[in-house]
């Protein structure tokens, strides 16, 4: 190495891959005198590194200076602490630096990126991760969910307010038109008996000792040429939103009807709710 080179360069040292033979260019320091494993960053091969070779300090005997009188020897100086040890730490992966113009860099056929180090112990190899996951590595397509049991109280904590909803919605406006439910609450009509009950004989009205009762009134008449027995009339009260709120049945005065005869049916509701505004009444169904 010349001397303007190690000017430059300091202590360096040239290490090679035993697996690869790719060589670099390290500082003496990076490897130390006791030496440490370090990885190849070609092709991941790691090996234990020895530390560099100290030149031993021998004088030839015809150089040796003679023997002087005994002098007074001095106190001897302090010895200074030995340094700290390098810290395991990876050298950073850049090219060595460029030798001035003219002298060509005697580091210019080394590999541009530094090998990994790691601890000073002979016996301190990477662990089998540090290269991180394999993009070759098995892998589900689905991952397993962590907490199926929270999925499911989700779930049942969902249906449980969709079905409470539900409820009150009926509770509060009754069920809609399309529901078969609806249409049952009377039977079929019967074509031969004609219920005639106007809505403005369908009222509140009050008592002489301060309460009130419902009033329904109508008639029943048989329209058919022969006898036609009455059934069971149904009386139903809904309030202001159309909602069922009381249902009674009334009996028939006379069960049968004779061709062209009515029936006027009159009946007092005396513990229909305040919320009632309308009665319906139709035949009970069966």
Wanted: proline share 15%.
């Amino acid at each position: 190495m010349s001397l303007v080179a190690s000017m430059l360069y300091g202590l360096v040292m040239i290490i090679a891959c035993p697996a690869c033979a790719t060589r670099y260019a390290v500082p003496d320091s990076a490897i130390g005198i006791d030496g440490r494993t370090v990885r190849c960053a070609k092709c991941r091969h790691a090996w234990f590194q020895e530390g560099p070779r100290q030149p031993e300090l021998t004088m030839p005997a015809s150089n040796m200076p003679a023997p002087a009188m005994e002098q007074p020897q001095a106190e001897p100086a302090p010895v200074a602490a030995p340094p700290a040890p390098v810290p395991p730490v990876a050298v950073a992966d850049t090219p060595p630096a460029t030798a001035p113009q003219g002298e060509p860099s005697p580091f210019a056929d080394q590999a541009t990126r530094s090998p990994q180090i790691y601890g000073d112990e002979p016996g301190e190899m990477p662990s089998p991760g540090d290269d991180g996951p394999s993009s070759f590595a098995y892998e589900p397509p689905f991952r397993p969910r962590r907490n199926p049991a929270r999925l499911w109280m989700a779930m049942a904590v969902g249906f449980a307010l969709v079905v409470s909803a539900t409820i009150g919605a009926v509770a509060w406006f009754g069920l809609p038109a399309w529901v078969p439910m609806a249409r049952s609450t009377f039977a079929s009509e019967r074509p031969d008996l004609k219920l005639d009950f106007p809505p403005n004989r369908q009222e509140r009205r009050p008592l002489p000792n301060g309460t009130d009762f419902f009033n329904v009134s109508g008639t029943i008449t048989n329209i058919s040429q022969k006898r036609q027995p009455v059934p069971m009339l149904l009386i139903v009260l809904r309030d202001k939103y159309n909602r069922i709120v009381y249902s009674v049945e009334a009996p028939p005065a006379r069960g049968v009807l004779a061709p062209g005869e009515s029936e006027t049916v009159n009946q007092a509701i005396i513990d229909a709710p305040k919320s009632a505004r309308s009665a319906e009444i139709g035949w009970k169904p069966d």
